[in-house]
């Protein structure tokens, strides 16, 4: 909607925090994002190649005004087949000219250029997808930078009590300090876990803000989207669905609609052109006995005899190019096919690894707690719970990557076979 752009605008102008849901960024991004606007003007553009072309099955009349000066009684010494005598005057008319009939060369070019304006209409609808599927990258990537950083502030946090109590019981001579130096360097580990997750969020942070078509540089507030676990059972489905409704399929099946008009207009070239021209007009001065009014009508037939094999070459330039289109759509086709059976299969991949994530924490966090107790009570190491630390924090991390990494494979499978309903 039109409010949404005009407060995202004045956000930017103020340099507030931008708060955005998931729907919101992917209408943002329709609106304000250049490449999209550009390809759409392009293909709108396309369009009036049709038009151009069809206006040469109209009539044309075209107006004109001549005057010369000639010497008496001279004549043509050289130049075209026109008449040989030269006349001082002053002439204004009007010409007409209309096609009568090229065997449906110029309505077949016309045809096959509307149906490349199509084409590119699609292509439009592909970029469409492109931009989409960027915003919920950069959405789901955003958040998966904050979830990562809140798990590194807690880790940094428990770390950090590790070592004051490490510490102090150095100071009372139970821990030696060799332990206080392992205690340290799980906490810097901890610390440098921060910073990329840190520095991951300002990097989402730019994803998402090119992707919504701007490079002022934003302060975005999102909301968590809630986990859809619904997959369909069969690839297979999922391929067919594509091959149907992807744009670029689409696209590429205008093309080859479009390069056979031109073939079909190709194999008329030889054929005969037949043209009606007319001229009325007025000489209101000439040197000599000249009436005031003239006029002229008559058809002309234009027809090829020889021009060294050109039309020859083009139908075979033509037969070709449909077959090259034909190819590339199999080719585009295989190549969809193959990328929506490995979406799917890293989507389920990642939901299946969501469970196993889940109860990787619950064990690792079991396996802290069991080995902090045993330190305190001087039953462990400190490399036991430096251990224990180091899985905990990773199973952690882990289990956050794989909730948005499924949810970022399952939203590019959605845009694999053209934006459906999963």
């Known amino acids: 909607m039109r409010w949404l752009t005009v407060l995202f605008l004045v956000q930017l102008c103020m340099g507030q925090e931008l ?20 390809l759409d003007a392009s293909a709108q553009a396309a369009t009036e190649t049709s038009k151009q072309i069809r206006s040469a099955l109209s009539p044309q009349l075209s107006g004109g005004l001549t005057a010369s000066a000639a010497d008496d009684n001279s004549r043509l010494g050289i130049g075209g087949l026109v008449s040989s005598l030269l006349i001082s005057r002053v002439g204004a008319g009007v010409q007409l000219s209309q096609l009568l009939s090229d065997f449906g060369r110029t309505r077949l070019q016309a045809d096959a ?16 997808l492109q931009i989409l599927a960027a915003v919920d990258r950069g959405y789901y990537s955003l958040l998966r930078a904050r979830a990562l950083t809140q798990v590194a502030e807690q880790t940094v946090k428990a770390r950090q009590l590790i070592v004051d109590q490490v510490s102090a019981l150095a100071q009372s001579q ?15 580990d901890a610390q440098i876990l921060l910073s990329r997750a840190q520095n991951e969020i300002d990097s989402s942070t730019a994803d998402l803000t090119a992707a919504l078509g701007t490079r002022e540089r934003q302060t975005i507030t999102i909301d968590d989207r809630p986990l859809n676990e619904q997959l369909p059972p069969d690839a297979e489905v999922l391929v067919a669905k594509a091959i149907e409704e992807r744009p670029e399929l689409l696209q590429f099946k205008l093309e080859v609609q479009a390069a056979s008009q031109v073939l079909a207009s190709e194999k008329v070239l030889n054929r005969p052109t037949v043209s009606l021209l007319g001229t009325v007009g007025v000489l209101p001065w000439s040197q000599g006995a000249y009436p005031i009014h003239y006029g002229a009508a008559g058809i002309n037939v234009s027809v090829p005899i020889f021009n060294g094999h050109l039309f020859e070459a083009r139908q075979r330039e033509a037969v070709l ?3 090259a289109l034909e190819k590339q759509r199999e080719d585009q086709a295989n ?44 039953l462990g ?42």
């Open 381 to 422: 190491s400190i490399v036991e719970l430096s251990q224990a630390q180091l899985s905990e924090t990773a199973a952690e991390v882990a289990s956050a990557s794989a909730r948005y990494e499924y949810q970022i494979l399952r939203s590019a499978l959605r845009y694999q076979i053209g934006e459906g309903t999963l």
């Open 335 to 378: 190549r969809i096919a193959r990328d929506v059976r490995t979406y799917y299969l890293n989507a389920r991949n990642a939901f299946e690894r969501l469970r196993l994530n889940n109860e990787l924490v619950a064990q690792a966090k079991l396996s802290l707690e069991l080995a902090q107790s045993r330190y305190e009570l001087g």
């Open 113 to 128: 250029a509307l149906t490349r304006a199509t084409a590119q209409r699609e292509g439009v609808k592909s970029a469409r």
């Open 321 to 323: 190019r449909v077959r």
């Open 19 to 38: 708060q955005l849901t998931l729907e919101e960024a992917r209408e943002m991004a329709l609106r304000n994002h250049p490449a999209l606007a550009a």
């Open 174 to 188: 139970l821990r030696s300090q060799l332990d206080v130096s392992f205690a340290k360097v799980n906490l810097s």
